[in-house]
């Protein structure tokens, strides 16, 4: 049992594996403590609960159905789902957007007898997320350390991220509008249902509450005091269905990313070549170790924040942990299409690697490198 728990968690399982070898680097102490990100990691269990408790009472599915209706053919459909994920980072951060908006996208593919598209939607909502948020300085979380640790001015923030944020949304929608047909969708009959409205207007407050915890706006811990107590009352199956195993591999990487960062000759070699680099180094260093610990393990090298500003959040694009919310839609993929995930590691990597490429090349011209 124990071990169809680890390969039907996979990510976690090499998340875990990751980190155990690093331990031997770094032996365990007090700063593993600091490592963890409680504020993430509340955010997502919240944010993971209400939208197992909105799926119960069938909210994503009639949204599904009245999207369906609204669009009518499946090209406008996809890239009405890409561009709401793609807003929804801009708001509510790249992680939360996902966990909101991919059940949404399963949702309308599956009663239009289109699941054939599920996994280009997929991708497309988590290169949206990822490059979505870089125009603030909260939409991302790498965003808003850098904007916080270098005193950015909001407008020389803004100036900096314009040109790669039009670049990525042009060719999100380039990429929907030129591989999805467009082909009249029709409705599965008795996909339609019935929604609790009272339980829909408590869930929504509560995900407002979520959103409200993401902006800081309320402290983070009133999540954990306000919306387990609710559900247990309300829906204790929504507690039950969330997926334990992403948080466990969060802290899997929060603890890999801390440990990189500690061990010597990592911190010489990006030393050495961050402060000549910046832009490449920040691109790599986020394949490797994601781009939030990149953001603050690269700032300690160079004073070039315009540079490794963008490298953090184009480098969010490439591989599955350049952002770990990049894990929140590969667990969801293959909770829908078990045993499929080598495919959709190789068509992820290969629009993300495409994207990635087209944004460092210019980028790179245009800061002279």
Request: contains cysteine.
């Amino acid at each position: 049992m124990f071990l169809s728990f680890l390969k039907k968690n996979i990510v976690m399982t090499i998340a875990l594996v990751a980190t155990l070898i690093t331990c031997f680097f770094v032996p365990v102490d007090r700063v593993y403590f600091t490592y963890f990100d409680m504020k993430t990691l509340t955010c997502l269990f919240c944010t993971l609960a209400i939208v197992c408790a909105l799926k119960n009472i069938h909210f994503f599915r009639i949204a599904a159905y009245n999207i369906v209706c609204m669009f009518k053919n499946s090209r406008a459909v996809v890239l009405a789902l890409v561009c709401i994920t793609f807003i929804g980072s801009m708001l509510i951060a790249n992680d939360m957007a996902l966990l909101t908006f991919l059940p949404l996208g399963y949702f309308v593919l599956s009663s239009t007898r289109k699941m054939e598209l599920m996994r280009f939607v997929f991708i497309m909502q988590t290169i949206a997320a990822n490059l979505g948020g870089m125009l603030t300085p909260f939409g991302n979380p790498q965003n808003l350390y850098l904007y916080s640790f270098f005193n950015i001015p909001t407008m020389e923030f803004i100036r900096i991220m314009l040109l790669p944020f039009l670049i990525s949304i042009t060719l999100i929608i380039l990429c929907c509008f030129f591989i999805v047909p467009k082909e009249p969708l029709e409705l599965v009959e008795g996909c339609y249902k019935k929604m609790n409205g009272k339980r829909a207007v408590v869930y929504l407050i509560l995900f407002a509450f979520c959103i409200a915890l993401v902006f800081r706006t309320i402290p983070f811990y009133w999540g954990l005091v306000i919306i387990p107590p609710v559900l247990l009352f309300m829906d204790r199956s929504a507690l039950k269905a969330v997926d334990y195993p992403l948080l466990l591999t969060f802290c899997a990487f929060f603890v890999f990313s801390g440990n990189m960062a500690r061990i010597p000759s990592v911190c010489d070699l990006l030393g050495t070549i961050t402060d000549r680099h910046p832009l490449l180094t920040g691109v790599l260093s986020c394949q490797l170790i994601s781009n939030v610990p990149s953001a603050i393990l690269l700032s300690k090298f160079t004073m070039d924040y315009s540079a490794l500003l963008v490298a953090v959040n184009i480098g969010g694009a490439g591989t599955l942990i350049a952002s770990l919310a990049s894990l929140i839609t590969f667990k969801e993929y293959m909770r829908y299409e078990p045993g499929r995930g080598f495919i959709y590691i190789w068509q992820y990597s290969f629009y993300n690697f495409g994207v990635l490429l087209v944004l460092f090349i210019i980028m790179a011209f245009v800061h002279g490198i």
